[in-house]
C-alpha cells in the first residue's frame, strides 16, 4: 500500500491498481468492448478462422495436426487467428492489415495472456482494470458450452481415433513383415564373405568368373557330394515323360573337381584379405590342352 499526496491531503493507492501496472499506450484504441460482444455470440472457440476459412485444417496430414497451434482472439473486433508458432500466423497478418485504428491487442486463449504487436511485448493487467475486465469476460465465454465446442471436441475425438487406427495398421503391418521373415528361408549368400582374388598374371577374367561362382551355393553343395566315393545322382523326368527316373552312380572325383572344391571351401573360410587359387587355375590350364 502507498500514499498519494494530493493538495494537503494523503490518499491510500492500491499497489495492485492500474497507477502501478506497466503502462502499454494502445490500450485504448486496441480495445473495443462493444464490437468484441458482438463477435463472440454463438462464436466457434479456440479455432483460426482464417484457417477454416481456407479449409487448410482439413489437408493438413495428421502430423501437422497432432500439436495444433495456439489461437489469439484479437481485443478490437473479435478475430481468431494462429499465432507464430504456426505456419501460418493469421493473429500478426491480421494485425498487419491496414486499418484506421490498429487491431494490436490480442488474447491467448490458451493462458489467457494479452500481447500488444505495436510494443511487441506482453501487457500486464488486473481484475480491476478496463482490460482485465474484458479478459475476464472472454474466460465466462469461453467457459459456456456452445455447439461450436462441441464440434471442436467431437473433431479431437475423432482425430484421436484416426490416430490410434493408424497405429494400430502400423503394429500389424511390422508384425505381418516379421512373421513374413521368419518363414523366409535363409539365404546362402548373406553367410558368403567377398574375398579378393590374388592375380597370377594376366588372370582377371578367370578371377572374375571364380567370383561369380564363388557366389553359387548350390555348387559348392553339390561338390561336397561328388567328393563322396560312390555317389548317386538321381535325375527326375518331365512330368508327362514316360521314362522312369535316371540314376547315374558317379565316378570319384578327378584333380579339377577337388582343386575347384578347395577352393570354393577357401573363398568360404578363410580369414585372409585375399586367396591365390594357383592350383585350380593350374588344373583349368592342364584341362585345356
Known sequence: MGKKRTKGKIVPVDDSSEFLEPVCKHIRKGLEQSSLKKALVNVEWN?????????KVKDKSEEETEENPSVWLCLKCGHQGCGRDSQEQHALKHHLTPRSEPHCLVLSLDNWSVWCYLCDDEVQYCGS??????????????????PGSAAKDNGNIELENKKLEKESKNEQEREKKENLAKDAPVK??????????????????????????SQTPVLR??????????????????????????????EPPGPLTLAMSQFLSEMQETKKGVVTPKELFSQVCKNAL
Request: proline share 4%; net charge negative; aromatic share 4%.
Open 47 to 55: 479455432v483460426c478462422q482464417d484457417c477454416k476459412t481456407d479449409n
Open 129 to 146: 482494470s478496463r482490460l482485465g475486465q474484458v479478459v475476464d469476460y472472454v474466460r465466462k465465454q469461453a467457459c459456456v458450452t456452445t
Open 188 to 213: 546362402y549368400t548373406s553367410q558368403i564373405a567377398v574375398t579378393g582374388l590374388s592375380n597370377l598374371g594376366n588372370t582377371c577374367f578367370f578371377n572374375a568368373v571364380m567370383q561369380n561362382l
Open 221 to 250: 553343395e553339390l561338390l561336397k557330394e561328388v567328393k563322396m566315393s560312390g555317389t548317386i545322382v538321381k535325375i527326375e523326368p518331365p512330368d508327362l515323360a514316360l521314362t522312369e527316373p535316371l540314376e547315374i552312380n558317379l
